[in-house]
């Protein structure tokens, strides 16, 4: 058996199942390395899987992602077209799909190289991969809210053929993990956060411009997000958007938002980038809002928690809220760093990623939650002069708690994760070259999905 293995929980349970069940020596562990890995990931995850008694090979195809293609269904075209490369891609679902069928076409050619007719590819597909990707395998009324990597369109027709099997595809994540301690795997890999198939290209927020994702009612939505966090100096007033509000407001929500005026004022925005959610069983591709407050105030988690509940219920248009650290940002948002999926933008992330993943480490904070994506943004908040051009880009940390990764909750500072590790987080990230802001997601899932995109 050929094993494609990334490092992660699953692909190494599998890697030890596959071993168990069928003798050493006919387990094969390939991990592909797509330049999208964190840093020193590769090298690490290699160690760790010859370390357990696998036969690994890694294999480098960082030039080959970059500049993979795929065929895509165009809105308004009846047949496929050829995409254009990944690194010139700018949606979310494009970037998802190339990586996907790079990766099987890539596993294709191993196969061939190896003597097809003694190999069989297993991957660790799990339940939540195949419901989110809306395989038919989860359900015939599934909807697609993100393509997984190892449920791309190619991959599915290798499982259609019988060239993939996927002992794991029934199973969710805490299943996984006991499966992993059943066959006496190391706690260290057993407990490991996620990381995603496609890694750090979906954490990559792509844009080149401010204009395809500006709302024409933007300060309408603006002002529509001021009112909810000014309700208590502004309910008396007279306005068609206060009736609107107060018509959506239950007693409890009212009361929520009058209380605001013992909190710090916030200062809401929406954000000019657009994120992945999932909101009922379908998936929505929405708007970020960023609250923030005037520099050295204490923030009150708990209400910024459900300040973000909230707000994700009255807007239809918003699926994440985010809180900002630094000072207030106090008017729109416009500053765009033009961002692709390159050595720049991947190098700036990886960076990011791992001085915030060090604090949890130093602070042995990786046990008291799930996941912690890492995301890049790019927008440039503080620009000295509208003549220079925005060059920056923000980070995003999504620190989240949850057993089976199908729903969970943000982790909230001080109840969740200590406020001190997250200061710690936010002055390690802003001392990475090139960060304009550090951005804490509040976001539970739902709305949002524990990645951006």
């Known amino acids: 058996y050929q094993r494609r293995v990334r490092g992660g929980v699953d692909s190494t349970v599998l890697a030890a199942l596959l071993t168990k069940a069928l003798g050493p020596g006919r387990v094969l562990a390939i991990h592909i390395d797509n330049g999208l890995m964190r840093k020193n990931e590769s090298t690490l995850v290699v160690k760790a899987l010859k370390g357990l008694g696998l036969d690994v090979k890694r294999v480098d195809c960082a030039y080959r992602f970059l500049n993979g293609k795929t065929w895509v269904h165009v809105d308004g075209c009846k047949n496929a077209q050829l995409s254009d490369c990944l690194n010139t891609i700018v949606d979310p679902e494009q970037k998802r799909r190339i990586i996907g069928d790079v990766f099987m076409h890539i596993m294709s050619e191993l196969l061939n190289d190896l003597d097809k007719d003694k190999f069989i590819l297993a991957q660790g597909t799990l339940a939540p991969d195949l419901i989110e990707s809306g395989s038919k395998l989860s359900s015939s009324m599934a909807d697609t809210i993100k393509t997984h990597h190892n449920d791309s369109p190619l991959a599915r027709e290798f499982r259609n053929a019988g060239k993939i099997i996927e002992p794991l595809r029934t199973f969710y994540k805490d299943e996984v993990r006991e499966l992993g301690r059943e066959l006496n795997l190391p706690p260290d890999i057993v407990s490991r956060h996620p990381f995603p198939g496609p890694g750090l290209g979906p954490r990559i927020i792509c844009q080149l ?3 395809p994702w500006y709302l024409e009612n933007y300060n309408d939505f603006n002002n529509r997000l001021n009112l909810i966090c000014c309700y208590h100096r502004l309910r008396t007033t007279q306005s068609q958007m206060l009736n609107s509000l107060e018509a959506q407001l239950s007693d409890t929500k009212r009361e929520f938002l009058i209380s ?6 916030i200062y809401p925005v929406l954000l000019p980038v657009r994120t992945v959610g ?4 379908g998936r929505t591709y929405s708007y970020a809002v960023a609250f ?8 009150k988690w708990d209400v910024m928690s459900h300040l973000t509940k909230l707000v994700t219920m009255l807007c239809p248009n918003v699926n994440r809220c985010c809180y900002v650290f630094g000072d207030k940002i106090d008017g729109p948002v416009r500053d765009i760093t033009p961002t692709l999926l390159n050595p720049g933008a991947i190098s700036r992330l990886r960076e990011a990623d791992n001085a915030a993943m060090e604090v949890l480490r130093q602070h042995n904070a990786m046990k ?3 996941q912690m994506p890492v995301v890049l943004l790019p927008l440039h908040f503080d620009r000295a002069s509208r003549h220079d051009p925005s060059t920056k880009h923000s980070i995003v940390i999504r620190p989240c708690v949850t057993n089976d990764f199908m729903t969970g909750s943000a982790a909230v500072p001080g109840k969740d994760l200590p406020e001190q590790v997250v200061n710690d987080i936010v002055t390690a990230v802003s001392g990475v070259m090139g960060i304009s802001r550090v951005i804490y997601d509040l976001t539970d899932k739902p709305p949002g999905t524990v990645e951006w995109e």
């Open 292 to 299: 923030s407050c005037e520099a050295g105030v204490q923030v």
């Open 209 to 211: 411009d401010l204009y």
């Open 260 to 265: 605001l005026k013992n909190h710090p004022r």
């Open 278 to 281: 999932v909101q009922g069983d």
């Open 368 to 370: 008291l939650i799930s």
